[in-house]
């Protein structure tokens, strides 16, 4: 008789592999670049052992601070505009109008573009098309590429980032709008509650997890901006564009300092989880508030 698994050993088959490939290729990776942090490691060859040196050339570095700067700024601006413009889209699709399902499916068209694509894309809008509008228009701004000046190259970016990250956003608060009951809207139109006040009082606060959600992802995603600016910028004009991503890989990978950029990786791991802790424990203490 055919001898059949149990339900352990079936479990144990199935994580087992799924485990191994984790530890393989996110664990040990990440433990490597802990220990690197702490060399003078170039990529290649020979190195040794420095201590604490990165991480104390870090904080005096003005270029990481600068980097940090725009990140951080980047991020804070990029998901405000994606939160605000998707909840609006939200309410538009959830309430009954014609072609809502299209339309639910032709805005989720950005986010299953590669990020890199989409950059190149908009690369080429900015640079030529947007600068030929301009002059046809006779602007001054729009004349010239916002990608070549300093002041304006990072609202481009946050233009991209927001539009490819506007879909998933979108259809999160559409799940979260369908699971308000009806009875709910019955009972404040019996109270007088109508547009501003009832998304206020009575929808915002029932998809209160689902707006922590979407915050958490956006800022997770947009301080981890890389594929964007590789496409677009490559960290300019003068160094203006430069998130700590970019960074990281073009001075870790490129520029021969593999040890110091992994301590910088190690300060920005550090940080993001920091961010991500501090969110949910806010979105957490409103929600019971609630």
Do not use: H
């Amino acid at each position: 008789m055919k001898k059949t698994l149990t339900a352990k050993q079936t479990y144990m088959l199935i994580t087992i592999p799924i485990l191994a490939l984790f530890v393989c290729f996110n664990t040990v990776p990440l433990i490597r670049g802990v220990i690197y942090s702490f060399t003078n490691f170039k990529g290649f060859g020979d190195y040794d052992w420095v201590g604490f040196r990165n991480y104390i050339d870090l904080f005096t570095d003005p270029r990481i601070g600068n980097s940090y700067l725009f990140t951080i700024k980047l991020a804070i601006v990029a998901t405000i505009v994606t939160n605000v413009i998707s909840l609006i889209l939200a309410l538009g699709l959830n309430s009954k109008i014609k072609g809502k399902t299209f339309l639910r499916a032709a805005y989720f068209v950005p986010n299953v573009l590669g990020a890199l694509v989409v950059g190149y894309i908009f690369q080429y809008i900015f640079t030529y098309i947007l600068p030929e509008l301009g002059k046809m228009i006779g602007s001054e701004t729009f004349s010239t590429s916002m990608l070549s000046n300093e002041n304006t190259a990072w609202i481009a970016i946050v233009v991209v980032c927001a539009w490819q990250n506007i879909a998933m956003n979108t259809i999160i608060y559409i799940s979260g709008l369908q699971t308000v009951p009806e009875d709910v809207y019955e009972a404040g139109d019996l109270d007088g509650a109508t547009g501003w006040k009832k998304f206020r009082y009575l929808t915002f606060p029932l998809i209160i997890p689902f707006f922590t959600i979407n915050m958490v992802l956006c800022v997770k995603n947009f301080l981890m901006v890389f594929d964007q600016i590789m496409a677009m910028t490559q960290g300019g004009p003068a160094q203006s564009t430069e998130s700590i991503s970019y960074l990281i890989y073009n001075n870790g990978m490129k520029g021969g300092s593999f040890g110091y950029q992994s301590a910088n990786a190690v300060v920005f791991f550090i940080v993001i989880v920091v961010i991500s802790v501090a969110q949910m424990s806010i979105s957490n203490k409103k929600e019971e508030q609630l």
